[in-house]
């Protein structure tokens, strides 16, 4: 018997899905996902993005304004 895919609400990305929008690799997004700040949503096993974050998280970084962000994210790493 073939397994159910979990339902997904609208307006939501799977990982393959918000690579194919962004337009880059699973390995990257996931990277972003976990250094960088990309939101992401994990209800269960799977990440799942929203359009409209990854739009103004791709629009903060296009802008330059995510790199003070993440130099103080980058220095609480360090410290944990």
Request: hydrophobic share 40%; aromatic share 10%.
């Amino acid at each position: 018997m073939a397994e159910a895919k979990p339902h997904i609400e609208p307006g939501y990305l799977t990982l393959a899905e918000a690579c194919v929008y962004l337009r880059t690799p699973e390995s990257t997004v996931r990277k972003w996902a976990r250094l960088k700040g990309l939101p992401y949503h994990k209800p269960g096993k799977e990440l799942l993005f929203r359009v409209k974050e990854l739009d103004a998280w791709m629009n903060r970084y296009r802008h330059g304004l995510s790199g003070l962000a993440l130099m103080g994210f980058n220095e609480q790493r360090r410290s944990a």
